[in-house]
């Protein structure tokens, strides 16, 4: 720069080298500040559309209901049934809604056929000016439907965002129900809700009693009575309504009597129940053992008021279980069970009562802490979608919705461990501790032995099956990939509860002990079932659950109708019944034939589908399985014989027990017997005739199957009459096919 030289230029003009210099840097330094404005000038430039355009006006869509908070009630309107909300729009520029449809799809039929939704005047799109709005018409046409009720959602999309959100976000969605009636009008609509509510009654009966200070007990025995008949004959009228055919393509996911609505919104919990193939035979056993249970109940002398308050409860809860379709209601019905239960053997049990009953909540309160965190997994992870009155959501405890969402794709871990496996397991061990399974079964001998004999009947009859039901509703309805990887361990669990239950029943002298380790074995035919996966093992599975329940209902009662007499159980006191009691020794030895699975009783079938459904997958579990069938009948035989046949002991002449009676056995009284007939009677009928057993459950262990089964050649045949089409509509996945069982599956749609 110092070289450079100024030409022509007056010599008092000529800048000398410094001041050349100088000249420069400021220019320099103008040039810098001036790309320095211009780079935060460009930005800025460049970023004045974007704010040009968020001043824009635009729509704000708002969906609105006649009444806030519920789905929109579909009326009836000659042979349809009608009903609409409203889009508004309200934000200061055009809102455009480019579609209005019902949440279904051929793949994926959430609601029943015939439902459709369209804009007020025709139409599925429109542009809504500021503040005006258009309503929308929802119309079920109902001929040809199966389904008596609708639950479902109209989703929205446009192109603004909700009222009270930043930016747009998924569409919204508006709820929608509709009842088509069944009869018997209110209560016919929510039947499921008066089953399990009604015995609260003798709950508030019982609390009436005591502040009124009323001291006549014994009519809040009959009161118990009275509304279990109640309860046995809604679940009667149930049984008689219910659709055997209805599926999954029908709607509703394939349940029937659904009562849905929001409970608990700060934690998007909601009160939903509902019955289909798989719940409704174990309601209906549940109505059943629950009258016998409050008959047997006439033995219970001491504080009638407590006693009944807590039976009546745990009544409520066993309902409850066999009905929810929300992950978190279904937790509250599990917990509800087990303070009544603790506190019905703590009290009213035998001498070791305390320990006994310790045991049982704390061997279950443990399984209820792994299938809560189970529910928790499944309630954080589940993904967007809406509660029953379309409020959106990513967290949601809904079963149908869960039974949805591709766990096993998501590819989440837990400590390392694929997520999937292990909330599978938890879940299991929540479950099998209540089958009871090997070797979480420790509790259930000594609860059996130490609890009344009502209770026990409840013990055996129903809660039990709860463990089996909770697999099946819960395990394979949502984790089936995770249930394909368990099967074979299930199995094999199974055929050791099935080997140990009937050895360690063979060494039992205790009558009470022998029915409770045996349920303990039959409980083990309903795991290898489950673990077999066919369509038969499936449905083995239901059988075993509610021909188990009336068979050991029905023993536990006859050993309580020997205990009340002469306050043992022990088999070897005992001989040369049959002469005394010859009506009572006919009714054990009955049930002991449908315990050991005799062709003509109730619990063949069980156990023979059982074999069909698992030798195919497990033949060598299988043929170790049909081992206990040779040691179960072993262990009947031999405690028949030695409580009813041989000589009579004299020494029982002077028993202080018998003294009222002339130092004989009184034979079986009328109550008695009232409790024991129907039991009777049903182990009989489903013994030549099990077909009103089998349509109940043909449609729903089709459905679970399809969930958790490929085609192959372990199912023995197709069902005829069931469309290819629907049955992939209804699988999980594409290569989850539509195959049937044969026998009871083969029933067509």
Known sequence: MSNLSFVNMPRGLALTSPARATSMKLLLSLVAALFVVLGAALPARAQAPEAQRAAEPRGQIALRAEAPGAPVELVASGADHVGSFTIENRGDGPLKVTRVIVRSSPDDPRVPPGVSAELEGGGTAAT???????????????????????YGHVVVESDAVADGAAAPGHALAMGIHAERGRGLGFVGDHILSILTFLPLLGVVAVFLAHVLRYRDDRKLRLLTVVLMSVNLVLAGWLYAQFDRGFSRADGN???QFIEHGVWIRSLNVEYFVGVDGVSISMVLLTALISFVGALASYSIQDQLKGYFAMYNLLVTGMYGVFIALDLFLFFVFWEVMLLPMYFLIGIWGGPRREYAAIKFFLYTLAGSVFMLLAFIWFYLNAGHTYLVDGQATERIFSIPELSRVAWTAQGLEILG???VKVVWIWLFLGFAIKIPMFPFHTWLPDAHVEAPTAISVILAGVLLKMGTYGILRINFTLLPEATQWAAPAMAAFGVVNILYGAFCAMAQSDLKKLVAYSSVSHMGFTLLALGAMTPQGIQAC????FNHGLITAMLFTLVGVIYDRVHTRDID?????ASEMPLYTALVGFAFMASL???GLSGFWGEAMTFIGAFPRYRALTILAAIGVIVTAAYHLWALQRMFLGTFRASWRQSKYLEPFGGKFPEINRRELASIAPLAALVLLLGFWPRPLLSLIDRGALEVHRLVDRPGQFQIAGAPGVDSAASARAARAPEQGAAAGQGALASAR
Do not use: C, H
Not at 542 to 545: E, K, Y
């Open 128 to 150: 809504i000016p500021p503040g005006a709005s258009r309503k929308v018409v929802v119309r079920w046409k109902t001929a040809g439907a199966r389904a008596r009720e609708l």
């Open 253 to 255: 996911d394939g349940y």
């Open 542 to 545: 239901l059988v075993q659950m």
């Open 417 to 419: 461990v694929t997520a």
């Open 573 to 577: 006191r005992f001989g040369g019944l």
């Open 597 to 599: 699975g005799l062709p």
